[in-house]
């Protein structure tokens, strides 16, 4: 028989949409997705080109999922939590209240089966997914007046959603659903009372210093929210294998790249904001163990419903409880000793 | 004129080899260099192949940098301070002693200029570098008996290399360079008192519990240091530009993928060897405080000789005042807050 001569075989050319769940000026979160697209369009020598749409140019922003799922578009870059409603097990994709910080949370989902934990979630919604992003601890967010006790908590209408909202409810403050762009005449009128968003260098864009100037942390709901790729599935598994791979591998470098671009760009924000009035507020100790024992509950009682919720939670936990305690160790003591040379003036 | 017709290009078929610093047994440091050849096969359907040696095979692991230079390899996995020896410059890639944190060597690197200022010197190296791993801060090492106050560094012989070594030896400290195979029988005979090697998942392997069990930290050499691909320039210029954008995505997907790897292994590995018999203790305020302002004092005269270190030193050092101060607040309240909770027995 003849041998099949080799043929070239050309890059397969291939378009796909990204919808975005960010407006364009969020640059460092939006940005995740134009890494990405960037990523896979130069090591694909331009075959494989993802357009990124910001939120609300194909669909809403928390509907981007939703257009996945449809295969109306191929991909979105979005943060699991958004789809509670739908299912709290979305959450364990991103962040709970009083989780795992940034690095954990990468450890848990590349070497503690959370990649593969969310994929047998996410294939019950007709995708799948990969982290692709970080924002690091978030702060608590601003407030009109200083919370000092249990007690200034009861009737603070705040704006924040999803479980973290559940758990402050058990606290008497009455969460408020609004879109980034209400928050700030909302705050001004006194339509509400606090609002959190992300960290100072997306909060300063948004100008709440001006009309809530008591910034507080640490969003013990966020520690370090993963934000992911979701992909349609049928369209990732008819991807030829190498773009699959390809995928996957610029969703991890963009992962550790958007961490590293708010941990850089957070530092010089937070010196602006204070400087334009932000007073700096930890949340009191009162505070955060009432939400504590709060959030404990609220796990009980969705997992007492929810399986898929349960199995994925129990994990993590398990990981948690030994992650916390090698915290204490090396990079524990020696951040400390760091800050104390900050704080002395000796760094 | 004819239109030229499209012709099918094939991707560039092409085999290199990385040589690593490390032996296979360290597994997860190791690894890394093996997640970047896998990445890149991948992607590139198995045209752009890496193939990965253990420290020896081609050259010894402290010579990675050397090979790379001449030619022997198209590049090499391997920690940049090695080559201090050479250059203190190389620290900078790495890690310094009370450098920065993981997280903020990514920042630094990545959107502080770091990758760009290293690239400057290591083009008088004949290589390009890029980050390519991270073990997290590391440990401070395995010692005989306990360290308690200044009086017991003095005349205590420890195997530590580099500037960390230069530094202790201000301290009385008598540094000793020994290979990782030779550090066990050296503990056990008292040849030396004590050694750093990296962490619970590396140390555990070669023993070091059984013969020196106070196992100290932080590692105030290594808050987080950068584990790094050195590539020939010329041979990465040289590379079609898909391949060349693949293997940076390729190296920043890896260094996110070892410190998760690490910072899922360690938290176990710290638990066994607690059960074998380990001794945790830290290192007191005033052993880290006279190691501190040591260490101010080498770099002051590092700086005074060498103007590419100065440079660099410089740059890295504005950014982590400002990256110290902004890590004392969302990031080290919520995970004290959580630590609270390991110890109390509520998480």
């Keep these: 028989t003849l041998a099949a001569p080799a043929i070239a075989q050309e ?4 378009t796909w949409r990204l919808t975005s769940s960010f407006p364009k000026s969020l640059d460092t979160i939006y940005g995740g997705g134009e890494t ?4 896979v369009r130069e090591a694909s020598d331009g075959n494989f080109e993802i357009q990124v749409f910001a939120a609300g140019e194909i669909v809403p922003g928390l509907q981007a999922a939703d257009a996945v799922s449809s295969g109306t578009v191929e991909m979105c870059h979005t943060v699991p939590y958004y789809y509670v409603g739908k299912d709290p097990t979305y959450a364990m994709g991103a962040a709970i209240p009083f989780g795992l910080n940034a690095r954990q949370t990468n450890a848990w989902h590349y070497y503690g089966g959370g990649v593969d934990l969310m994929n047998e979630f996410y294939a019950t919604q007709g995708f799948v997914g990969f982290p692709a992003g970080n924002t690091g601890a978030q702060m608590g ?4 007046k200083e919370l000092k006790t249990l007690d200034d908590m009861k009737g603070l209408k705040m704006r924040i959603a999803g479980i973290a909202g559940q758990i402050m409810s058990k606290l008497g403050v009455v969460p408020q659903q609004i879109a980034g ?3 700030y005449p909302s705050l001004e009128k006194g339509v509400i009372d606090g609002a959190e968003w992300v960290g100072p260098y997306d909060d300063e864009k948004l100008g709440f210093v001006k009309v809530a100037p008591y910034y507080y942390y640490p969003g013990w709901w966020e520690g370090g929210p993963t934000v ?3 992909i349609n599935k049928d369209k990732f598994e008819a991807l030829p294998k190498s ?3 390809l995928l996957k591998t610029a969703a991890q470098a963009a992962n550790c790249d958007m961490l590293a671009s708010y941990d850089y760009k957070n530092p010089q924000a937070i010196k602006r904001l204070v400087k334009d009035g932000a007073k700096l507020r930890a949340f009191s100790q009162e505070i955060m163990q009432a939400s504590y024992d709060a959030a404990l509950g609220v796990y009980g009682d969705i997992s007492a419903k929810n399986a898929s919720f349960k199995k994925i939670y129990d994990n993590q936990l398990a990981f948690k409880r030994d ?3 090698w915290a204490q160790l090396p ?3 020696f951040d400390t000793f760091m800050m104390i040379q900050q704080r002395n003036g000796t760094l």
């Design 141 to 144: 967010g601003w407030f009109r």
């Design 323 to 325: 992650a916390y305690l």
């Design 228 to 230: 992911a790729v979701f």
């Design 243 to 245: 773009y699959q791979s």
């Design 181 to 183: 762009g209400d928050i």
């Design 331 to 333: 990079e524990y003591t």
């Design 11 to 14: 890059n397969k050319k291939i």
């Design 36 to 39: 990405i697209a960037k990523y």
